[in-house]
Nanobody, 120 residues
Framework: QVQVVESGGGLVQAGGSLRLSCAVS????????IGWYRQAPGKQREFVAA???????NYAESVKGRFTISRVNAENTVYLQMNSLKAEDTAVYYC??????????????WGPGTQVTVSS
């Protein structure tokens, strides 16, 4: 059993900052990577940022220079620091964990999401 839990969402004014946390726990053999996705009302879920086991990061163009993803390996926790927030960043933010099994199979786990609302 694997649990993925996000926290840190809330209401913030445009230009403000929030930090989201994603904690992965349970029967983990090895984490391949952890990423953040978001889904705004009426829109499809989209990629935001990700970090791999070796620390490589990737960002959506829309958040580059404003969001920073970081990872604390010992805690199986990933953070998403969001600065200079815009109204268009309003969405439910989901954490996704790619986990490796002992047989080198990849499994996908999602958290329930955390709401981020940016008021203009």
């Amino acid at each position: 059993q694997v649990q993925v839990v996000e926290s840190g969402g809330g209401l913030v004014q445009a230009g403000g900052s929030l930090r989201l946390s994603c904690a992965v726990s349970g029967s983990i053999f090895r984490i391949h990577g952890i990423g953040w996705y978001r889904q705004a009302p009426g829109k499809q879920r989209e990629f935001v940022a990700a970090v791999t086991i070796i620390g490589s990061t990737n960002y959506a163009e829309s958040v580059k220079g404003r969001f920073t993803i970081s990872r604390v390996n010992a805690e199986n926790t990933v953070y998403l620091q969001m600065n200079s927030l815009k109204a268009e960043d309003t969405a439910v933010y989901y954490c996704n964990a790619d986990l490796l099994s002992p047989d080198a199979d990849l499994y996908d786990y999602w958290g329930p999401g955390t709401q981020v609302t940016v008021s203009s």
